[in-house]
Nanobody
Framework: QVQLVESGGGLVQPGGSLRLSCAAS????????MGWYRQAPGKERELVAR???????NYADSVKGRFTISRDNAKNTVYLQMNSLEPEDTAVYYC??????????????WGQGTQVTVTS
């Protein structure tokens, strides 16, 4: 079917930056909205940022002005540029995409997650 593979997570000091990437592959006819979610230990998964197929974006209040989501439709890839990272940003980050497959199936795909740890 369709696979989402994240990369770019890691360990960074407060105030630092990371760039996450998520590449979709498989029987893709079209990708609709794509987004990044995160889940910290003991907390529910939450939306971080989302980008529509036309480029419209929305962000969680906690990351506005620090994170930027973008996408490259030719590469079926979505990015999350994270600046001014804070310890509270520590979480597993998951990529999500609304997928229309070449078989005209519509579903929500998830990546396996990538760990982001912000600590001094």
């Amino acid at each position: 079917q369709v696979q989402l593979v994240e990369s770019g997570g890691g360990l960074v000091q407060p105030g630092g930056s990371l760039r996450l990437s998520c590449a979709a592959s498989g029987s893709i006819l079209r990708l609709n909205a794509m987004g990044w979610y995160r889940q910290a230990p003991g907390k529910e998964r939450e939306l971080v940022a989302r980008i529509g197929s036309g480029g419209s974006t929305n962000y969680a209040d906690s990351v506005k002005g620090r994170f930027t989501i973008s996408r490259d439709n030719a590469k079926n890839t979505v990015y999350l540029q994270m600046n001014s990272l804070e310890p509270e940003d520590t979480a597993v980050y998951y990529c999500n995409a609304g997928v229309v497959t070449s078989q005209l199936l519509l579903y929500s795909a998830w990546g396996q997650g990538t760990q982001v740890t912000v600590t001094s």
